[in-house]
């Protein structure tokens, strides 16, 4: 699988950016699709899923502010943050887990750094 993230840049405090992740080489329209995001010193964390259907969950941290969404057609999923806080700042990822997985691929390509000041 190949997971191209992009769209990361530097926002002021209550900001808003769009993330978008190009999937290659997995059956995309029945995976799930996931954004993570690892801050420095911190473990890697789930941010939102989405599944094949267009059905979304969210970690609490982010719910009300972050939207995931997906094309299909495009292979892309994205991810539209608004209202940013400086603790939002990370390395974002993508990633996907198709139906014949049970986990997420091992590649998580190379992500987009999001800064939010304050």
């Known amino acids: 699988v190949q997971l191209q993230a992009s769209g990361g840049g530097l926002v002021q405090a209550g900001g808003s950016l769009r993330l978008s992740c190009v999937a290659s080489?997995?059956?995309?329209?029945?995976?799930?699709m996931g954004w993570f995001r690892q801050a420095p010193g911190k473990q890697r964390e789930l941010v939102a899923t989405?599944?094949?259907?267009?059905?979304?969950n969210y970690a609490d941290s982010v719910k009300g502010r972050f939207t995931i969404s997906r094309d299909n057609a495009k292979r892309t999923v994205y991810l539209q943050m608004n209202n940013l806080k400086p603790e939002d700042t990370a390395v974002y990822y993508c990633?996907?887990?198709?139906?014949?997985?049970?986990?997420?691929?091992?590649?998580w390509g190379q992500g987009t750094l999001v800064t939010v000041s304050s």
């Open positions: 989405i599944t094949g259907g267009g059905s979304g």
């Open positions: 080489g997995t059956s995309f329209s029945v995976s799930i």
């Open positions: 990633n996907a887990r198709p139906p014949y997985r049970g986990d997420w691929f091992a590649d």
